[in-house]
């Protein structure tokens, strides 16, 4: 029950815990298609303009990671930096603090082309052969 364990760690923590949980699923998945039964190290990116909070992720990680595959694997957090599309300046890298707004002219740029993925980039297996040693 291991998502009864991570969730029953504050409320603060769900959100990322639940995030936690899903990304071990994928890296699960991965691990599987593989054939391999743990890893070392996972990569996520994590975009600025996502809702989730790096430090939370990595402070949720271990506990959610119990008992699996995941289990003591190192968690390396990337930010991706929101990308929108102004009018008249093309793709802009925006200001978290600014909003939704293009940088240099402060037109609303709506769309995000970039910054609001949660993603697994990374995984670093454990080779089946090694374990045993
Ligand atoms: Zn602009």
Redesign the pocket.
């Known amino acids: 029950m291991r998502a009864l364990y991570c969730a029953g760690r504050g409320a603060a923590d769900m959100h990322e815990a639940s995030i936690a949980l899903s990304l071990i699923d994928v890296a699960s998945e991965v691990l599987r298609e593989h054939g391999a039964a743990r890893a070392s190290a996972l990569t996520v990116r994590v975009g600025q303009w996502s809702s989730v909070v790096p430090e939370a992720l990595t402070a949720a990680f271990p506990a959610c990671a119990a008992g699996t595959g995941l289990e003591g694997a190192r968690l390396s957090v990337v930010t991706v930096p929101g990308v929108g599309e102004?009018p008249?300046?093309g793709r802009?890298t925006l200001d978290v603090t600014r909003g939704l707004r293009?940088p240099?002219?402060g037109?609303p740029t709506p769309t995000l082309l970039a910054g609001d993925e949660l993603e697994l980039d990374e995984l670093e297996l454990v080779e089946p052969d090694l374990e045993d040693v």
């Open positions: 102004c008249v300046h802009v293009c240099e002219c037109a």
